[in-house]
């Protein structure tokens, strides 16, 4: 990836990058925009400026190649979500956070939905891709079920369920529609469901997401 799609800024440091770091960040780019099994190889290593003893020598295969880049990004994606989440303190707040993060990425040139429900389009059933999209919806469901736990929910798994839903059909909604502005709508059920699971008022939960230019936290996911 480069260093805009989260990848390691190598660029940005002054320092020439390695043929790993070339193959992945030109892998990240053109799997995103136009799909993991649409790129072939020799566009990749063609891109990259590398050898293509240099691709199998330090991935192996293609698929591991997928593999990488899908890590990659749930990689950038926690960061991103994370550091948003610590920017606040109140534990109802935090979760308000997560789609504030979510609508500020849906505002930044080039986004194209989540990358892991579009590689897992591509995909055969149990392979490399479902195993790394597995990893990453249990980790955001995670994340969703321990902030629902701290904010005081009775039942955080089932808030959990409900934000990730949210959270899911606001990323297909953007990449379907190319309407960036879908993140008010889910802003508004956010502070709806969680009026209802905690007792907020639906406007003052509302008020608390934020809008996308609110968000600092920039890094893409």
Same mark, same amino acid.
């Given at each position: 990836?480069?260093?805009?799609?989260?990848?390691?800024?190598?660029? &940005?440091?002054?320092?020439? @990058?390695?043929?790993?770091?070339?193959?992945?960040?030109?892998?990240?780019?053109?799997?995103?925009?136009?799909? %993991?099994?649409? %790129?072939?190889?020799?566009?990749? #290593?063609?891109?990259?400026?590398? !050898?293509?003893?240099?691709?199998?020598?330090?991935?192996?295969?293609?698929?591991?190649?997928?593999?990488?880049?899908?890590?990659?990004?749930? +990689?950038?994606? *926690? /960061?991103?979500?994370?550091?948003?989440?610590?920017? %606040?303190?109140?534990?109802? +707040?935090? #979760?308000? *956070?997560?789609?504030?993060?979510? !609508?500020? /990425?849906?505002?930044?040139?080039?986004?194209?939905?989540? @990358?892991?429900?579009?590689?897992?389009?591509?995909?055969?059933?149990?392979?490399?891709?479902? $195993?790394? !999209?597995? !990893?990453?919806?249990?980790?955001?469901?995670?994340?969703?079920?321990?902030?629902?736990?701290?904010? &005081?929910?009775?039942?955080?798994?089932?808030?959990?369920?409900?934000?990730?839903?949210?959270? $899911?059909?606001?990323?297909?909604?953007?990449?379907?529609?190319?309407?960036?502005?879908?993140?008010?709508?889910?802003?508004?059920? %956010?502070?709806?469901?969680?009026?209802? *699971?905690?007792?907020?008022? @639906?406007?003052?939960?509302? +008020? *608390?997401?934020?809008?996308?230019?609110?968000?600092?936290? /920039?890094? @893409? &996911?």
């Amino acid at each position: 990836m480069n260093a805009s799609a989260g990848g390691d800024g190598t660029a &940005g440091r002054g320092v020439r @990058p390695t043929a790993r770091e070339r193959l992945l960040d030109t892998a990240s780019r053109l799997f995103y925009a136009e799909g %993991v099994h649409t %790129v072939g190889i020799d566009r990749i #290593i063609d891109e990259a400026g590398v !050898a293509k003893a240099s691709l199998y020598k330090t991935f192996g295969s293609k698929d591991a190649l997928i593999q990488a880049y899908l890590s990659a990004r749930h +990689e950038a994606i *926690a /960061r991103r979500i994370s550091d948003a989440v610590a920017q %606040v303190d109140d534990p109802r +707040e935090k #979760i308000l *956070a997560v789609f504030a993060s979510q !609508a500020a /990425r849906f505002a930044e040139p080039g986004y194209r939905g989540c @990358p892991f429900i579009a590689a897992s389009a591509e995909a055969s059933p149990g392979g490399t891709i479902d $195993d790394a !999209a597995s !990893a990453y919806r249990s980790w955001l469901r995670g994340l969703f079920v321990d902030l629902a736990t701290a904010a &005081g929910a009775p039942d955080p798994q089932a808030l959990a369920r409900g934000l990730q839903l949210l959270y $899911d059909g606001a990323n297909l909604s953007v990449r379907m529609d190319g309407d960036p502005a879908i993140a008010a709508d889910a802003r508004a059920a %956010v502070a709806i469901l969680l009026a209802a *699971a905690l007792g907020d008022a @639906p406007d003052q939960a509302g +008020e *608390a997401v934020g809008r996308p230019d609110d968000v600092r936290t /920039r890094t @893409p &996911g």
